[in-house]
């Protein structure tokens, strides 16, 4: 009787070692979301816990306003769209511009007429016909006349009116109502604030454009732990929900206040790895390393998995094939897991779908599908 329990005892116990590999095909894979990332050397040691965001790099975005009051006739462009230097993004219908164009053909009107008197006026003057007092009044009108006509002419072009349109109605003699929105520099529409037909007022934004991978973070700390922290410091961090997605950053600079609303000091990390897929108002966390760091290697949380109360993770041995691995732990920086043992750096392992595989081992699920 003895040896027969101990048969059914073996039995049991075989099929369960062999199982400690999965098997998963393409479709299964897919449809379970397995990632699979390599075991990566990180360092740990002494640090701090932050949390923050993706916020844009300062500067690096511009705002485009309404510098005159009108309609928006031509909107070119939607969120998303690539623009380069000097392409129209959207037109302005301004009455005001008609008016601005009138004075300042009128302004070259009373110039031309003041440089004339002014020339006749000479000629007089060489053969005693005015005097020195009338010539120089004829030259203070010319040169007024000229600056109003250049004031006028400049203010136009201030308002982006474009210089070839002003040449234009120079020599036509003819008005346009339209001013382009032009773009600055090459970038990204970020924002768009107006939509076509819509009536802006003056200095009204109309929409921002930028390069959307100059992004850092911004990270809040405790005032009596802001002490500790100097520009250089490397910053281990994810999204939040993401430990995957480890990535790297150094302080840049800390503000030298208190936040009122979160009563924390506030610190800019500029982004070294990882930033690639981060999008500004993404929500962050992670540490602040200090001191002396020992370099191991490092899995994300997302990666460890309990097995039979051991921690385990899931090492890539070719597509589709999958092992249980128990690990050794050692420091948790709230980002990823030191591994003391279990697996290398380079090792491929499973950082999702991880729950997938453990219940494909435990139950057999992923055999039959």
């Keep these: 009787m003895r040896l027969t329990a101990m048969g059914i005892i073996l039995m049991v116990a075989a099929p369960t070692a062999a199982a400690e590999v999965v098997e998963l095909d393409a479709r299964q894979r897919e449809r379970a979301g397995i990632v699979v990332a390599p075991v990566v050397e990180r360092g740990f040691g002494d640090s701090q816990r932050v949390v923050g965001q993706v916020i844009r790099v300062p500067g690096s975005t511009l705002t485009l306003k309404a510098v005159i009051p009108g309609r928006?006739?031509?909107?070119?462009?939607?969120?998303?769209?690539?623009?380069?230097?000097?392409?129209?993004?959207?037109?302005?219908?301004?009455?005001?511009?008609?008016?601005m164009q009138a004075e300042l053909l009128q302004a070259r009107d009373r110039?031309?007429?003041a440089a004339?008197?002014?020339?006749?006026?000479?000629?007089?003057?060489?053969?005693?016909?005015i005097s020195r007092l009338d010539l120089q009044v004829r030259e203070q009108e010319a040169w007024a006349a000229e600056l109003?006509?250049?004031?006028?002419?400049?203010?136009?072009?201030?308002?982006g009116f474009p210089e070839a349109a002003l040449e234009d109605v120079l020599e036509h003699r003819t008005t346009d109502a339209h001013l382009p929105i032009i773009a600055p520099t090459n970038g990204v529409v970020l924002e768009l604030a107006v939509e076509d037909q819509e009536w802006v007022e003056e200095y009204q934004t109309l929409l921002v454009m930028?390069?959307?991978?100059?992004?850092?973070?911004?990270?809040q700390i405790a005032p009596d732990q802001a002490a500790a922290v100097a520009a250089g410091d490397r910053?281990?961090?994810?999204?939040?929900?993401?430990?995957d997605l480890i990535g790297s950053a150094k302080v840049v600079t800390k503000v030298p206040q208190v936040d009122p609303?979160?009563?924390?000091?506030?610190?800019?990390?500029?982004?070294?790895?990882?930033?690639?897929?981060?999008?500004?108002?993404?929500?962050?966390?992670g540490n602040i390393a200090h001191g002396e760091v020992r370099l191991a290697a490092a899995a994300p949380a997302s990666a460890i998995i309990n097995v039979a109360g051991r921690d385990v993770v899931f090492v890539e041995l070719s597509e589709g094939s999958f092992e249980l691995r128990p690990v050794v732990l050692g420091v948790f920086d709230g980002v990823a897991h030191e591994v003391a043992d279990g697996v290398s750096v380079g090792d491929r392992i499973a950082?999702?779908?991880?729950?997938?595989?453990?219940?494909?081992?435990?139950?057999?699920?992923?055999e039959g599908n």
Excluded: C, M, N
């Excluded at 002014?118 to 000629?123: F, I, K």
């Excluded at 930028?210 to 990270?219: F, Q």
């Excluded at 910053?235 to 430990?243: E, I, K, L, N, T």
């Design 351 to 366: 950082t999702g779908g991880v729950f997938l595989l453990k219940s494909t081992l435990l139950g057999g699920e992923g």
């Design 235 to 243: 910053v281990d961090f994810a999204p939040v929900g993401r430990s």
């Design 111 to 113: 110039a031309t007429l």
């Design 72 to 99: 928006v006739e031509d909107l070119r462009v939607a969120p998303g769209d690539r623009v380069r230097t000097g392409e129209v993004l959207v037109a302005i219908h301004a009455h005001e511009l008609l008016s």
């Design 148 to 159: 109003e006509f250049t004031i006028t002419r400049e203010e136009l072009l201030d308002h």
């Design 261 to 285: 609303g979160t009563r924390t000091i506030k610190l800019r990390a500029e982004i070294v790895e990882g930033g690639a897929s981060l999008y500004p108002g993404v929500f962050v966390e």
């Design 116 to 129: 004339t008197r002014l020339e006749a006026g000479r000629e007089l003057y060489a053969i005693e016909g």
């Design 210 to 219: 930028g390069d959307p991978k100059r992004v850092e973070l911004e990270l």
